[in-house]
């Protein structure tokens, strides 16, 4: 069944399921906007009234949040999950480019479910898509994906080091601890303990929970081997 085809399908089955064969309003930008806000201060009904509405529009942020209150029960009033239907939306804001669906998109695909048979070649495309977006997770994802040598990819540490690096950039602590233990041992990289100390103590204002004593392990290793260069 094509995707249009199946998406119209969906479209009926929800209204009538959730809404009580509710026709969907015409919605403004606005709407759309407002719709996280009614999420966040708990309106869950009226945000996923507005998200489907805003979804059917064509709507690739609204998509994705439909499709993930559907998939958690949130757009039902007996809470039971609508998996299928909320891959019928995941993958029309993919499909419009929306990073964080793409990314998801390939999460589904790596780990299978109820509406998609496990992919792990699917996955990693999916992860350089969203990756090459600049999304932070798919570029750690996807180094891990090299880094273990799965995925359909071949194990490189080079390629793995440099979407960490990526990442760490970015602000995200986990990679920002991975490169800088790849640089501590020169893995992928041209060994350098200072920028892996670098990397620790950055991962450690994040929150990382080991960087602190890594931190402490590496100042120690520099200060004892510049204690022997002196005395060398």
């Not at 880094?147 to 071949?154: A, I, M, Q, S, Y």
């Not at 990526?166 to 490169?179: E, K, S, V």
Request: aromatic content about 10%; hydrophobic content about 40%.
């Amino acid at each position: 069944m094509r995707n249009d085809h199946l998406l119209g399908f969906v479209v009926a089955a929800v209204l009538m399921a959730s809404h009580g064969g509710a026709v969907a309003q015409p919605v403004s930008a606005d709407d759309c906007r407002h719709a996280s806000a009614l999420y966040t201060g708990g309106e869950r009904r009226a945000a996923f009234r507005t998200f489907f509405a805003c979804a059917i529009a064509g709507d690739a942020k609204a998509q994705y949040s439909a499709a993930m209150m559907m998939r958690s029960g949130e757009s039902s009033d007996d809470g039971h999950p609508n998996p299928f239907g909320a891959r019928v939306f995941l993958e029309q804001s993919a499909s419009q480019g929306y990073a964080q669906a793409v990314y998801t998109l390939g999460m589904e695909y790596d780990l299978g479910s109820t509406a998609f048979k496990r992919d792990p070649l699917r996955a990693t495309e999916l992860f350089l898509e969203a990756a090459l977006m600049g999304h932070v997770e798919a570029q750690v994802d996807l180094g891990t994906q090299y880094f273990l040598g799965r995925g359909g990819v071949p194990q490189d540490d080079a390629v793995a080091a440099r979407w960490y690096e990526q990442a760490a950039h970015a602000g995200h602590w986990g990679a920002q601890f991975l490169i800088a233990s790849m640089y501590e041992r020169g893995n992928g990289v041209r060994r350098d303990e200072r920028t892996a100390l670098r990397w620790y103590e950055r991962a450690k204002a994040g929150g990382d929970e080991l960087a602190p004593v890594k931190v402490e392990q590496l100042k120690l290793h520099l200060a004892t081997k510049e204690r022997q260069l002196r005395l060398d």
